[in-house]
T-cell receptor
Framework: DVKVTQSSRYLVKRTGEKVFLECVQDMDHENMFWYRQDPGLGLRLIYFSYDVKMKEKGDIPEGYSVSREKKERFSLILESASTNQTSMYLC??????????????FGAGSRLTVL | AQSVTQLDSQVPVFEEAPVELRCNYSSSVSVYLFWYVQYPNQGLQLLLKYLSGSTLVKGINGFEAEFNKSQTSFHLRKPSVHISDTAEYFCAVRMTTDSWGKLQFGAGTQVVVTP
């Protein structure tokens, strides 16, 4: 089975702190995604990456950055955390479009609270 | 651009009763359609997908969905639910022209199954 592992399930941070959310996948997937999940809003795409060192903005990139130095690892960075970034963050990975297996596989999520 | 509307935010249902979760979408191009389920404190898991072919799609755990192009809908059904089906369900679409496999999600429907 494809495994997408998010290292921190629960984090509590202070306003202004720099926050790193880490995601690792073990199936050699090219594509990786960061979504944010909020009640009543569903999942919204923050950033995605289709290759090492390549990244694209999603629908709500403001206040976030990402890093993909290795194929299996995709990090979400909050440079200066704010209370409106309190949310559940979900990482996902997939094979490229056209490979016949382009289905997103999700991690268990990281619940971030910013005080 | 595309959007996804899940018409019910919460659906209470008795055990062994049928359930239908409604999903409508809008898109300027053709789409692929997905249903994901999120059990408490877990990530999202794929229930089923429609890519092409038969408009009736069967998924895991006894769920099925029907793609209706004229009504731009992809409603999810199960003829008899179990307590273990209590979860949040997300409808998602991907434009067939999207190069990266990005998904656009609905707001989610919380299903609560009671004895």
């Amino acid at each position: 089975d494809v495994k997408v592992t998010q290292s921190s399930r629960y984090l509590v941070k202070r306003t202004g702190e720099k926050v790193f959310l880490e995601c690792v996948q073990d199936m050699d997937h090219e594509n990786m995604f960061w979504y944010r999940q909020d009640p009543g809003l569903g999942l919204r795409l923050i950033y995605f990456s289709y290759d090492v060192k390549m990244k694209e903005k999603g629908d709500i990139p403001e206040g976030y950055s990402v890093s993909r130095e290795k194929k299996e690892r995709f990090s979400l960075i909050l440079e200066s955390a704010s209370t409106n970034q309190t949310s559940m963050y979900l990482c996902a990975s997939s094979r490229p479009v056209g490979s016949g297996a382009n289905v997103l596989t999700f991690g268990a999520g990281s619940r971030l609270t910013v005080l | 651009a595309q959007s996804v509307t899940q018409l019910d935010s919460q659906v209470p249902v008795f055990e062994e009763a049928p359930v239908e979760l409604r999903c409508n979408y809008s898109s300027s191009v053709s789409v692929y359609l997905f249903w994901y389920v999120q059990y408490p404190n877990q990530g999202l898991q794929l229930l089923l997908k429609y890519l092409s072919g038969s408009t009736l799609v069967k998924g895991i755990n006894g769920f099925e969905a029907e793609f209706n192009k004229s009504q731009t809908s992809f409603h999810l059904r199960k003829p008899s639910v179990h307590i273990s089906d209590t979860a949040e369900y997300f409808c998602a679409v991907r434009m067939t022209t999207d190069s990266w496999g990005k998904l656009q999600f609905g707001a989610g429907t919380q299903v609560v199954v009671t004895p």
